[in-house]
């Protein structure tokens, strides 16, 4: 299928090596669970999205929906995307109830940032973050020292002390 073969064109080369392949992680309260990037078939063919999820203790425990900020360019165009191409945008993300606050949203985003990927958030080309989706994003800015003038909080950011991803 034609837009199959664009999208696996497109994918960072990084993130392909981790598409189909369990990566272990470690939640704030010590039990183990793992997370996957797959094709989702409807953000495959449609999108060229992404779909991360997490198990724990082989229960489902969340998932995350990421598509790429794709914004096609024409010649003559003022191309007002410039920042923002070879970005990517979550669409959706859930973590069950029992399983919030320990980490694993932190761990997606992270092992995604880890691999090169711009992620903005959810509610930058519309919609909204919700209240714990802005507490997240809030949470990953990055520390100012006292005098210093904070620098613009676009993408996601690494922060290793953050998660227990092994």
Not at 27 to 34: A, I, S, T, V, Y
Not at 47 to 69: C, F, R
Request: hydrophobic share 35%; aromatic share 8%; proline share 7%.
């Amino acid at each position: 299928m034609r837009y199959i073969d664009l999208f696996e064109a497109k994918l960072p080369g990084p993130v392909a090596a981790l598409l189909d392949k369990p990566l272990p992680i470690v939640l704030k309260d010590g039990r183990h669970g793992e997370l996957m990037i797959t094709h989702g078939q409807e953000t495959r063919v449609l999108h060229g999205g992404l779909k991360v999820t997490a198990t724990v203790d082989n229960q489902y425990a969340g998932s995350m929906s990421i598509y790429p900020n794709t914004v096609p360019r024409r010649r003559g165009d003022i191309d007002l995307y410039a920042d923002d191409r070879g970005s990517w945008s979550v669409n959706s993300l859930h973590i069950n109830d029992e399983f919030r606050r320990q980490g694993i949203a932190t761990a997606m985003y992270n092992m995604l940032a880890k691999t090169g990927m711009k992620i903005l958030p959810s509610g930058h080309y519309g919609g909204k973050l919700l209240p714990n989706g802005a507490d997240l994003w809030h949470s990953n800015r990055p520390k100012v020292r006292l005098g210093q003038k904070p620098k613009p909080h676009r993408f996601w950011t690494v922060n290793d002390s953050a998660t227990n991803q092994k």
